[in-house]
């Protein structure tokens, strides 16, 4: 087989409790070391992550623009490979991670402009990690997502997240590149972008990446919070909704403040929200089970808990973008005037 040349990029912030083993792995792949580059771009970290990374023949850029998207796009731009793979600081990659993907995207039809594969859990990560990883590969938890629930087929989809994506270059600078506007969510965006030009993205199921579920309650609700400002902000930027699912615990929040407020003079709204309620905990209730299998532990049924709490702050983010724009579009009408 002839290899074509590979840029590998890893856009990194504050990553040093995982930035070695991430290296280590790829200096590891199974693939001619002269066919690929180890890009390593970061975001001005403050802990040691710098020094780690000058431990490794890899390549380091900084970013001073400290987020992931202007991360990517300095990656890309420095990049020598007319392919580009990305991955994250806390992600460990498979030996034959890039070869299975090489070999994928140089098969597939013209129009794939990007293969990926799924984003596994580390069995060592705490407790709280493993049961977020294992409720987010459920329906309720990622809305089917393939990445998410890490299918066994091979088939096309709709994005594919970059802890685990190979692109063709040029189809990303067709594109756009990465907006570098968005601080999360930002591969979702270019995604969105690159479908809208008629190319498919491809998952491969044998393309493996381990991925770190740091988090406590707190970290992991505030991430999903900045994840519902995001799927708005993709929503106002492009018209239309980029997952079909994202409005819904907005919806629900809505309905459910609208149904206590009119009580006194309504209960039809109250007894709907009452018998949505009940279905909504079934729901979580057998996703539960679910992940209690999955994992062969008691702790699954903390799932119970999880799903709630990222159904409830995706919900409130997705709002208070919306909220937030109107108020400063309402400040700057006023100040013009």
Same mark, same amino acid.
């Given at each position: 087989?002839?290899?074509?040349?590979?840029?590998?990029?890893?856009?990194?912030?504050?990553?040093?409790?995982?930035?070695?083993?991430?290296? /280590?792995?790829?200096?590891?792949?199974?693939?001619?070391?002269?066919?690929?580059?180890?890009?390593?771009?970061?975001?001005?970290?403050?802990?040691k992550?710098? /020094?780690?990374?000058?431990?490794?023949?890899?390549?380091?850029?900084?970013?001073?623009?400290?987020?992931?998207?202007?991360?990517?796009?300095?990656?890309?731009?420095?990049?020598?490979?007319?392919?580009?793979?990305?991955t994250?600081?806390?992600?460990?990659?498979?030996?034959?991670?890039?070869?299975?993907?090489?070999?994928?995207?140089?098969?597939?039809?013209?129009?794939?402009?990007?293969?990926g594969?799924?984003?596994?859990?580390?069995?060592?990560?705490?407790?709280?990690?493993?049961?977020?990883?294992?409720?987010?590969?459920?329906?309720?938890?990622?809305?089917?997502?393939?990445?998410s629930?890490?299918?066994?087929?091979?088939?096309?989809?709709?994005?594919?997240?970059n802890?685990?994506?190979l692109?063709?270059?040029?189809?990303?600078? /067709?594109?756009?590149?990465?907006?570098?506007?968005?601080?999360?969510?930002?591969?979702?965006?270019?995604?969105?972008?690159?479908?809208?030009?008629?190319?498919?993205?491809?998952?491969?199921?044998?393309?493996?990446?381990?991925?770190?579920?740091?988090?406590?309650?707190?970290?992991?609700?505030?991430?999903?919070?900045?994840?519902?400002?995001?799927?708005?902000?993709?929503?106002?930027?492009?018209?239309?909704?980029?997952?079909?699912?994202?409005?819904?615990?907005?919806?629900?929040?809505l309905f459910?403040?609208?149904s206590?407020?009119?009580?006194?003079?309504?209960?039809?709204?109250?007894?709907?929200?009452?018998?949505?309620?009940?279905?909504?905990?079934?729901?979580?209730?057998?996703?539960?089970?679910q992940?209690?299998?999955k994992?062969?532990s008691?702790?699954?049924?903390?799932?119970?808990?999880?799903?709630?709490?990222?159904?409830?702050?995706?919900?409130?983010?997705?709002?208070?973008?919306?909220?937030?724009?109107?108020?400063?579009?309402?400040?700057?009408?006023?100040?013009?005037?």
């Amino acid at each position: 087989m002839e290899y074509p040349f590979i840029s590998v990029v890893v856009g990194i912030r504050n990553e040093e409790r995982y930035i070695e083993e991430c290296i /280590e792995s790829l200096l590891c792949l199974d693939y001619p070391q002269d066919s690929y580059e180890i890009i390593i771009v970061d975001g001005m970290s403050t802990d040691k992550t710098r /020094e780690l990374v000058k431990k490794y023949p890899v390549r380091l850029i900084l970013n001073e623009r400290k987020n992931v998207a202007a991360a990517r796009n300095l990656g890309v731009e420095n990049s020598r490979g007319n392919f580009v793979a990305f991955t994250d600081g806390d992600c460990k990659v498979d030996t034959l991670w890039l070869k299975t993907l090489v070999n994928e995207i140089k098969s597939a039809p013209k129009d794939v402009a990007c293969v990926g594969g799924p984003n596994l859990i580390f069995d060592n990560d705490p407790v709280f990690g493993r049961v977020v990883g294992h409720a987010q590969e459920t329906f309720l938890g990622s809305g089917g997502s393939a990445q998410s629930k890490n299918s066994t087929k091979k088939y096309y989809v709709s994005s594919i997240p970059n802890c685990n994506a190979l692109y063709k270059k040029n189809i990303i600078k /067709e594109a756009g590149q990465f907006d570098e506007r968005f601080i999360v969510g930002q591969d979702g965006d270019l995604n969105y972008r690159i479908n809208k030009r008629g190319y498919k993205f491809l998952y491969v199921p044998e393309a493996k990446v381990l991925h770190h579920r740091r988090g406590t309650p707190r970290s992991f609700s505030v991430r999903m919070f900045k994840y519902g400002m995001w799927m708005a902000e993709l929503f106002k930027k492009h018209g239309e909704f980029v997952r079909w699912y994202a409005f819904l615990p907005s919806i629900s929040i809505l309905f459910a403040v609208f149904s206590l407020i009119v009580y006194p003079i309504y209960t039809a709204p109250v007894i709907a929200l009452l018998v949505m309620g009940i279905l909504y905990f079934i729901l979580v209730f057998v996703t539960s089970i679910q992940v209690t299998y999955k994992m062969k532990s008691k702790y699954g049924l903390f799932a119970l808990f999880v799903i709630p709490i990222q159904h409830i702050t995706y919900g409130l983010g997705f709002l208070y973008s919306f909220v937030n724009s109107l108020f400063v579009s309402k400040t700057r009408s006023l100040s013009d005037s």
